[in-house]
């Protein structure tokens, strides 16, 4: 049966406001034992911290005007916490702040977040994360996303750093960026957006991690690749820097944009695989190429191929109407 958990604290205090009178109100809720938190925002954001001991808390924070338009909901009901905003009338405005506190377990929580508006911002914990926000901001900072997370959002950005990213985690934004520095990628990562830019630093890929922009560029610097990788964008550049030739094969493509890759060592074991359409794409590369053909996939294509020593790793570069640039 679902029963209202403890309010540790309630506190009201009435500021001035130019159209009115505004409540600033701060709230606290403990709970205990829970693997499961589902939050149903409006415009509220959204901080989630680890806890000092073995309770959880829930710390609300709101300057709402008129205060009767917004009432906070927190229940828990067995194993599962319940956060909810509700809010009423059409002529409401103010703030509202989120802050759960997780204490650590054995077996991490599951977090469902809904919001419309709101940002969420997570550090220090370990849970998996479902998320869909239509305009919040995303930060990300030494969490440890548990299996099968996915965070969406339609126009918010995504920083994540000093962190591991476990298997077939999901993350897609339609208009925002993603800032991505000192990550390990476990297999399946996928991070995408529709027009933003994707930069990604000093990070571990494993196997099958795909970065890729529909309009954005896709920037990777000193990354090491322990898998195959696969970073895309339709009309951005495809932009790779490294130190030395990675040691697993990877693809970059761009329809319609320049395809870099910039190495300071390449050693003496690759295979370089230069692809672009015959009418529109260019080529430029430093080393003589050891074979040159073409193919049709809806329109003629020339491929050039450098391979040295072994031949691996395999490294492909594809642009439609850009450019392919590799530089030592």
Known sequence: MRKCIMLVTLVFVLVG???GMAWSEFEEWEFSAVTRIKVDGVSGDIIIRPADGNAGLVELRA???????????????????????KWRGESSSGDVEWTIYLPERAEPPRIWISNASGDLDCRSITARIDLETASGDIVLSRVKLE????????????VIENMTVTEWAEFSTASGDFELEDLTMEEGCRFSTASGNIKCRDCRCMEDVE???????????DTELLGFSEFSSASGDVSLYFGHLPKHDLSASSASGKVLLEVADFGDDFTLILIRREDRGRISCPFDYTSEETFEDYHIYERKTVKRGSGWPEIELR??????????
């Open 319 to 328: 642009t439609a109407s850009g450019k392919v640039i590799v530089r030592d």
């Open 17 to 19: 406001c130019v159209s």
């Open 147 to 158: 299996e099968g997370s996915e965070l969406n959002t339609a126009s918010g950005d995504f």
């Open 211 to 221: 970065l890729s922009s529909a309009s954005g560029d896709v920037i990777i610097r």
């Open 63 to 85: 300057d709402v005007y008129p205060r009767r338009s917004f009432r906070p909901e927190v229940e828990q009901d067995g194993n599962t916490l319940y956060v909810k905003e």
